[in-house]
């Protein structure tokens, strides 16, 4: 069982940037590919960015591209996600989640999860 908890989550203006952290409870965190993805209410859980195993590779939706980049340290069991240029339509929940072996870009594809942080962006 990984344990996720993330952390970073808060009130931005317009342009800003915040930093999110996920640390994972597992001694073998460079097993998982890992993932972020966004959460309004009513609405699904849509991919954010991905990395693989090493870090050596990445993906992102297309509304963050050029804007948000994700990262990994393995030897501190975290991977984090770094958010520039925010937008209002940034605002979500924002979840961490790992994924054996692979690092997709489908929630379903992932295993665990974490509770979730919240990001507003303020106009």
């Known amino acids: 069982q990984v344990q996720l908890v993330e952390s970073g989550g808060g009130l931005v203006q317009a342009g800003g940037s915040l930093r999110l952290s996920c640390a994972a409870s597992?001694?073998?965190?460079?097993?998982?590919?890992m993932g972020w993805f966004r959460q309004t209410p009513g609405k699904e859980r849509d991919f954010v960015a991905a990395?693989?195993?090493?870090?050596?590779?990445?993906s992102y939706a297309d509304s963050v591209k050029g804007r948000f980049t994700i990262s990994r340290d393995n030897a501190k069991n975290t991977v984090y996600l770094q958010m520039n240029s925010l937008k209002p339509e940034d605002t979500a929940v924002y979840y961490c989640a790992a994924d054996y072996l692979s690092f997709g870009t489908s929630r379903y594809e992932y295993d665990y999860w974490g509770q979730g942080t919240q990001v507003t962006v303020s106009s």
């Open positions: 990395i693989s195993r090493t870090g050596g590779s990445t």
């Open positions: 597992e001694r073998t965190f460079s097993s998982y590919g």
